[in-house]
């Protein structure tokens, strides 16, 4: 075993407070589209075939899917993925889920959909979050505490 591979005690705990972040953040990805599925007229229009403002198309879903998957590959990724990766990892990819949370909240004030700005408001400060965990508690060498 090389000391590269070796995980701190620290470095443990900060990985498992990331991948806790990354489960909170699912499951306000999916009491969002949960919820909104109860508003008037939303599951008409998705029966409708729409997205919101969008025509659902297979290239959209597609996205979505692809889209919606990282968060959860990155549960298992924080705990799984070797040190000189994970810390970028969750940075990037913290940060882009970060500027979709904005987006979300700001194109849901078009619709006034209260209850998706407010989930955008959790999901930004979750992402943040562990971009801060990422960037505060991870070490930028393998091996270092």
Known sequence: MTNASVVTPQEF???????????S???SYIYADIIAFLAPGHLQGVLDGRMGAWT??????????VLMSIPSVM???????????????NIVVGSMHALIAVAQAVGAWRYRTYYYMYFGVIEFALTLLIVWYALRRLPAVPGEP
């Open 56 to 65: 659902t198309t297979m290239p959209l879903l597609m996205g979505s899917a």
């Open 75 to 89: 549960i298992s990724a924080t705990l799984l993925v070797p040190s000189a990766v994970n810390r970028w990892l």
């Open 13 to 23: 705990q900060a990985r498992t407070t990331i991948a806790a972040l990354w489960v």
């Open 25 to 27: 953040t699912m499951t």
